[in-house]
């Protein structure tokens, strides 16, 4: 699966002209000191240091553009070189937007190794262990009541997890075999399938659940991976037990290719579990003719299932920190920060009917491209109205 990113196009309206401006005007930086009274929420008028989020798979591509926005969002007016210090929030103007990135913070994603490791990586470093990277927040889908003995019962490790949106673990068939007959699974039956609870252990075969006559063949998830630690809890066992006797594979999460390029009489009698964001949008690589999707009592997964949580296997998509963490970190991953805050307390351009502050000089509503970006990964809005969070604490 290819891990290249498109780069969106930037809309820093005005930057240039804002620059050549304050240069024109200033003599010295502290003429210009914004008293700290005056900060925005979370700020503390300078640039800080690049913020990085380790772990999940399923939210690198969300959390990435998500990044990308966040970087580019306006803020103060900085210090221009060779003017010092640095990074430096100027006086504010008429024009200055005091409601996005208000010290232009930077956050970057690391790449997925998982969940657990993610979150793994954050307790280890917070523990003090030699040869660790400092992480600002690990992402994560799955539950806090999952998290790794690494961060469980240490008072060191106090994380507080946000979830900013939602997701669900899907099950995919591939078409053109003996799964065409089955387009629905009760839970009981997903679990005689990937537990082998059933009569016969792990040798099913399609035909006992409507299907035509072939042995199903379960694939399982790598175990460091939030999707299975979600699988998990949902069948209540180890989803990859029947994986060997079935003659699957143990696969890297979100990642359908090894099956599409299994021989025909493999693909079409195989089974799988991964995130419904990822298949939707397509960066599973599981094709919408070459796979369908089952329903689990009779309910589809959909935008509108997971929602209202009548979809059986929804789950919340978070962001954990280190509480008593550096302000400027839970400005943009906390549960009151920049992705989490309501739209009503972002800026929006004059004439935008939508919920924000009127600020005409900002190109576009922030909390609904925020929200824009949640939808085109393929995930679903937590909350649809006030603030787009929930918080679960650990320790």
């Known amino acids: 699966m290819s891990i290249e990113i498109s780069e969106k196009k930037s809309r820093l309206r005005g930057l240039a002209r804002r620059v050549a401006a304050i240069a024109a005007v200033f003599t010295s930086v502290s003429l210009f000191a914004l008293p700290a009274s005056a900060l925005p929420d979370f700020s503390d008028g300078h640039f800080n240091f690049v913020m990085t989020g380790a772990g999940s798979d399923t939210t690198y591509f969300a959390m990435q553009d998500l990044d990308n926005l966040f970087n580019e969002a306006p803020g103060c007016n900085l210090t221009v070189p060779p003017a010092t210090p640095q990074w430096t929030c100027l006086a504010d103007t008429a024009t200055t937007v005091t409601t996005e990135n208000y010290d232009h913070e930077v956050a970057t994603e690391m790449f997925p190794q998982?969940?657990?490791?993610?979150?793994?990586?954050?307790?280890?470093?917070?523990?003090?262990?030699?040869?660790?990277?400092?992480?600002?927040?690990?992402?994560?889908?799955?539950?806090?009541?999952?998290?790794?003995?690494?961060?469980?019962?240490?008072?060191?490790?106090?994380?507080?997890?946000?979830?900013?949106?939602?997701?669900?673990?899907?099950?995919?068939?591939?078409t053109g075999g003996a799964s065409d007959g089955v387009a629905n699974l009760t839970v009981a039956q997903l679990k005689e399938i990937f537990l082998g609870t059933g009569p016969g252990g792990c040798n099913r075969?399609?035909?006992?659940?409507?299907?035509?006559?072939?042995?199903i063949r379960v694939n399982g998830i790598q175990t460091s991976s939030g999707t299975y630690s979600a699988w998990s809890g949902f069948l209540g066992?180890?989803?990859?037990?029947?994986?060997?006797?079935?003659?699957?594979?143990?696969?890297?999460e979100n990642n359908c290719t090894p099956i599409n390029t299994l021989p025909a009489v493999d693909r079409q009698r195989s089974i799988w579990a991964l995130s419904f964001g990822k298949y939707t949008?397509?960066?599973?690589?599981?094709?919408?003719?070459?796979?369908?999707?089952?329903?689990?009592?009779?309910?589809?997964?959909?935008?509108?299932?997971?929602?209202?949580g009548t979809y059986q296997f929804n789950r919340t998509l978070f962001n954990a920190y280190r509480r008593g963490g550096p302000a400027w970190i839970q400005g943009y991953v906390g549960e009151a920060g920049w992705?989490?805050?309501?739209?009503?307390?972002?800026?929006?351009?004059?004439?935008?009917?939508?919920?924000?502050i009127v600020n005409a000089n900002v190109d576009r509503n922030w909390g609904v491209a925020i929200d824009q970006v949640i939808t085109a990964n393929g995930f679903v809005k937590v909350n649809p109205t006030g603030n787009k969070c929930v918080t679960f604490d650990v320790n």
């Open 339 to 356: 992705i989490c805050k309501p739209n009503a307390l972002h800026s929006k351009p004059t004439g935008d009917p939508n919920p924000g």
């Open 205 to 215: 075969n399609w035909n006992e659940f409507g299907g035509g006559n072939a042995l």
């Open 281 to 308: 949008t397509g960066e599973a690589d599981c094709s919408p003719t070459g796979t369908a999707l089952i329903s689990v009592n009779g309910i589809a997964a959909s935008p509108t299932t997971i929602q209202n």
């Open 237 to 252: 066992g180890d989803p990859n037990t029947c994986v060997a006797a079935t003659g699957g594979q143990v696969l890297f």
């Open 114 to 174: 998982g969940s657990s490791a993610g979150l793994r990586m954050l307790c280890q470093e917070n523990d003090g262990l030699s040869g660790t990277l400092y992480y600002s927040y690990a992402r994560s889908s799955s539950a806090p009541g999952s998290a790794p003995s690494e961060c469980k019962n240490d008072p060191n490790d106090k994380l507080r997890y946000v979830g900013w949106a939602k997701d669900a673990v899907a099950i995919p068939r591939w």
